[in-house]
């Protein structure tokens, strides 16, 4: 594909595996194909079967380039699981030149020094997210090139995987016959889509609410101030319903989507006149010659505590980076399990922040679906990676991808 005409993002997920193309019409990106089918293979957003989900691949491939009549040959891929986690980390070098005019160079040094620290030997350092730089002491540099200084040092946040989980997602592109053009950590993709320049700037907490994982990234004067990723989401409020209704799954998954609330609706409590009230109104699902039945009350009462444990999670990060109720843009609510109905309202209830549901940026003819956030962040990441290429921050991260690449070489045939 050409590069700037024609981009591919490939979301592979537990659930479902999502290939959006799209291409540049008159300075706007709008969509060429969509498609998406269920996903095997993954546990947790992780990838533990690489043949499995290459199969799935394959097939969806083959689909996207019957319905655009285009060849796909590279995609922009997420990488998602609770394995991934980022740990701060610093270097320090001294600058290079005799003029003390701080290069490229320099700035490359210095945040390969950030990698030297001990991590299990079974993970990996995938990205390294800058913070700030200090010349001579000097700090809250967000661009050195160009200045003077003796001593440059760097403070960043290190994004670690598990190597067999990260080898496994890339054995399963690459044996589809797929280039990489990169690997994106899901709610980092997610954020791109969804996420404006200024929010970024101010502070803002992305919840990107998946059917395995949620994950939580929160940004600040625009860069990445922490990122966090939890096994549990939207598919465990299914499993609940399933066993508190004594159900099947898929009727489970059918009744979240029609009935399903994290909170009574308070305008139906204060009709005392209304002869039925509608929380406590019998709803009566035929399903294979058996019926299930239930009231919207008992739905509140099976998604509200699951909903509320997810939000407990978040709240307890944000405690542990000092941004509970201190973030002036609030929460961003994205993924699929943002569908669910008023869980802006227990979100703003229980957090206390101003919360909104992400829409989609930038991508004309894209479906209103908070669940292709992190699909269409991926073909939007590609503009974000040639500004980041502009500034010249980024040679140390294709240094790292293209040693991944040589090693995979040896691994996939």
Same mark, same amino acid.
């Given at each position: ?51 499995e ?10 689909? !996207? ?6 060849? &796909? ?13 980022? !740990? ?18 320099? &700035?490359?040094?210095?945040? $390969? ?11 990996e350092?995938l ?39 990260? &080898? ?10 797929? %280039? ?13 889509a ?22 939580? +990234? ?7 101030? %922490? ?7 939207? +598919? ?20 979240k ?9 308070? $305008? ?17 699902? &035929?399903?294979n010659?058996?019926?299930v ?50 869980? #802006?309202?227990? !979100?703003?209830?229980?957090?206390k ?16 679906d ?27 991260? #294709? ?6 690449? #040589? ?7």
């Amino acid at each position: 594909m050409a590069k700037g005409h024609i981009i591919a993002g490939l979301d592979i997920g537990t659930n479902t595996i999502k290939l959006l193309v799209i291409q540049k019409r008159n300075k706007e990106w709008e969509v060429l194909s969509y498609q998406e089918m269920p996903s095997f293979g993954l546990r947790k957003g992780a990838v533990v079967d690489a043949g499995e989900v290459s199969k799935n691949i394959q097939t969806l491939l083959s689909e !996207t380039e019957k319905n655009s009549s285009k060849k &796909i040959t590279s995609v922009f891929v997420n990488i998602g699981g609770n394995h991934i986690y980022i !740990t701060p980390s610093d270097g320090i070098i001294s600058v290079s030149r005799a003029n003390q005019i701080i290069s490229q160079e320099d &700035i490359d040094r210095v945040l $390969q020094a950030t990698r030297a620290i001990n991590i299990p030997q079974n993970e990996e350092v995938l990205d390294v997210f800058p913070k700030e730089f200090i010349i001579d002491d000097q700090k809250g540099i967000k661009q050195p090139l160009g200045l003077r200084g003796i001593r440059l040092e760097a403070k960043v946040l290190l994004l670690c995987v598990f190597s067999p989980y990260f &080898i496994n997602l890339t054995q399963a592109v690459l044996n589809s016959k797929l %280039h990489i053009d990169d690997i994106v950590p899901s709610p980092l993709a997610a954020s791109e889509a969804v996420l404006t320049r200024e929010q970024k700037e101010l502070g803002v907490a992305l919840i990107d609410i998946g059917a395995s994982t949620t994950s939580l +990234a929160v940004f600040e004067e625009g860069n990445l101030l %922490h990122l966090a990723v939890f096994p549990i989401g939207s +598919a465990n409020i299914t499993n609940d319903i399933a066993i508190g209704l004594k159900t099947e799954i898929f009727v489970a998954e059918s009744i979240k989507k029609q009935y399903g609330s994290c909170m009574l609706v308070k $305008q139906d409590k204060e009709k005392k006149d209304e002869k039925i009230n509608i929380e406590k109104k019998k709803i009566e699902i &035929i399903e294979n010659s058996s019926v299930v039945s239930f009231t919207r009350k008992d739905l509140v009462d099976i998604i509200e505590p699951r909903v509320s444990e997810i939000l407990d999670l978040i709240l307890k990060e944000l405690k542990k980076i000092g941004r509970q109720e201190l973030l002036p843009c609030g929460i961003v609510l994205t993924g699929g399990g943002a569908k669910i109905s008023k869980i #802006k309202e227990l !979100t703003k209830e229980q957090l206390k922040l101003p919360v909104q549901i992400g829409k989609i940026k930038n991508i004309l003819g894209l479906d209103e679906d908070t669940a292709l956030a992190t699909v269409a962040g991926l073909v939007l990441s590609s503009a974000v990676m040639d500004e980041t290429d502009k500034e010249g921050l980024s040679g140390v991260l #294709k240094g790292f991808w293209s040693k991944i690449k #040589k090693m995979l070489k040896v691994l996939v045939p």
